[in-house]
């Protein structure tokens, strides 16, 4: 759902009838339990709860499917092998079947990833093996 939409469907000015139809219209072609959902929730006034609702559905769905959300940074889009690849690796580290990979691009790295995955942090950039030979020649 779209800040617009939410806004519109929140929106005081509009009238339970009209917040009905709108949401049975914009969610036509969605399972009807989904709905369902949303209507009741916009009758208790709880639509505010919609986010963290989803928030909570992916990752209970995610966990069943023995999938994990990761953050991967370089320095240039990853191929679908290196993403494959990173996938695979990381995910029998954490006890997952695969990784779901979103790639952020990070000139700043220089060279090299850095994977967060949840709070896990795996970090092979050429930035931080420089500001860690630093810290050893410094002192």
Excluded: C, H, W
């Excluded at 995910?91 to 967060?116: C, W």
Aim: glycine fraction near 6%; charge should be positive.
């Amino acid at each position: 759902m779209t800040p617009e939409l939410y806004n519109l469907i929140v929106s005081p000015k509009l009238s339970s009838d009209k917040r009905t139809n709108l949401i049975n219209e914009v969610f036509s072609g969605a399972n009807p339990f989904v709905v369902n959902t949303l209507q009741l929730m916009a009758q208790r006034k709880r639509l505010n709860e919609v986010s963290s609702m989803v928030d909570e559905f992916v990752a209970l769905s995610n966990d069943a499917q023995g999938i994990e959300d990761a953050e991967v940074y370089s320095t240039r889009p990853l191929t679908e092998e290196e993403r494959s690849s990173i996938s695979s690796v990381f995910a029998k580290k954490i006890g997952k079947q695969s990784l779901r990979i979103e790639n952020i691009i990070d000139p700043s790295l220089l060279g090299g990833l850095r994977i967060q995955i949840g709070n896990r942090i795996y970090d092979s950039s050429v930035s931080t093996k420089l500001a860690r030979l630093k810290r050893q020649l410094i002192g």
